[in-house]
């Protein structure tokens, strides 16, 4: 009981002194980038290297002609040396020290590497696993969902803390882990990030996943690899993974027949499908076929009505959903679902398939490995071309 209410205060003062500070912005600046940190695919990022600190700029997805995000990179160790020499000797130090903080550029400071994280989201935890930087992990969202097995076996530890709910964490609980940083995904018109944003902490808006290429999105974690102090190893794990996609999707550049190809599944009133500029339709372009939705310009999920579903995408010659039970889902079960499911010709031929996420890690996975999941589409489009391969992620429905 103590402890609750002391959390609460130190909520209370937090916010108190974040709304005197304006937060962790500093003041504007032009200086010369000595390096700056190269990306081939991704297009809503660039990241400057400066003398004494990175400079990441992440353009507006939804509007693009302006800045969603600027955050300012600063070396926690660096900056622990510095103090240091400044507590020696303090009237040296105190003019020096006062024109660096001047002279950085107007952003969010983010110290690195992270030691104490909320990473909301299981892919991002994923990466941050796979690149070594699990122990920049404090806290998760939403624990129920996370499969990672090192993940989950650490919070079963009490290393990797719940912290609730994504869309109503626990504050308290974050500040009593004395967190680094909040890694969460935006959203277009989302309204902000609720108390999270008040309480000084900076939020890393991980806005990835609206690039419009696989390979775009992928890149993105040279990023989170500077962020995690991986910046090497996430470097060579892209490069790996660029290697692949582009092997694979050469593959298909001169294949004599482009099957047509329809996603998803409706929902409630609304069938949502990718864009036609998002990473699945790109994908599925690069698989060696045609996307029935190309022509919309969205690179997130569009809503269309069943009837147009139905109109464009009859005759498409596959199918590809997701979804999540305990049972593989059936051409009989589709039907049962909603009946007229059985007039696509993806269904009448039986060409529909399945990925089962209850068990099946693609959203885990594929975001950052979108060569495994071109590995797939190429298998099912164009089984010539990759004889004897099975899939990973998604298979045939039965009858």
């Given amino acids: 009981m103590i402890k609750r209410i002391l959390s609460a205060n130190i909520v209370t003062l937090v916010l108190l002194l974040s709304a005197c500070s304006g937060g962790s912005r500093t003041s504007s600046h032009s200086e010369t980038p000595v390096d700056t940190v190269k990306f081939s695919y991704a297009e809503n990022i660039r990241i400057l290297k400066f003398k004494d600190y990175t400079k990441v700029e992440l353009r507006n997805p939804w509007d693009t002609l ?228 190309s022509y919309t310009k969205e690179s997130g999920s569009v809503p269309m009505s069943f009837e147009t579903v139905l109109d464009k995408g009859q005759k498409a010659d596959f199918w590809l959903i997701k979804y999540n039970q305990k049972q593989d889902k059936t051409y009989s079960e589709l039907k049962k679902d909603y009946s007229p499911y059985a007039n696509f010709d993806a269904w009448k031929n039986k060409r529909i398939f399945g990925c089962n996420t209850s068990y099946v890690n693609f959203y885990e996975e594929t975001p950052f490995h979108p060569e495994a999941l071109l590995r797939d589409l190429i298998i099912i489009f164009h089984p010539e071309i990759m004889k004897d391969e099975k899939t990973r992620y998604f298979k045939g429905l039965k009858f």
């Fill in 66 to 293: 302006k800045m969603l995000h600027t955050y300012i990179l600063t070396d926690r160790n660096r900056d622990k040396n510095r103090n240091r020499n400044r507590d020696r000797d303090r009237n040296r130090d105190r003019d020096r020290d006062n024109t660096n903080t001047g002279n950085m550029p107007e952003g969010t400071i983010v110290r690195t590497p992270l030691r104490n994280a909320i990473v909301y989201s299981s892919v991002h935890n994923s990466l941050l696993a796979e690149t070594g930087a699990i122990s920049s992990i404090a806290g998760v969202c939403d624990i129920q969902y996370i499969k990672h097995p090192q993940i989950k076996a650490m919070h079963e530890k009490g290393s990797i803390a719940d912290c609730g709910s994504s869309m109503s964490p626990d504050i308290e609980k974050i500040i009593d882990l004395n967190a680094d940083a909040v890694l969460l995904s935006p959203f277009e018109n989302s309204g902000g990030y609720g108390r999270i944003e008040s309480i000084g902490i900076p939020i890393i808006e991980c806005a990835d996943y609206m690039e419009t290429s696989p390979l775009g999105r992928a890149e993105w974690m040279k990023f989170y690899g500077l962020l995690t102090g991986k910046e090497e190893e996430a470097d060579s794990l892209f490069r790996k993974i660029e290697r692949e996609y582009l092997t694979l999707k050469q593959m298909t550049k001169d294949v004599p027949h482009r099957p047509t190809v329809i996603t998803e599944l409706k929902y409630s009133s609304a069938w949502y499908v990718p864009g036609g500029r998002s990473t699945m339709a790109r994908m599925i372009d690069d698989a060696g076929a045609d996307y029935i939705f």
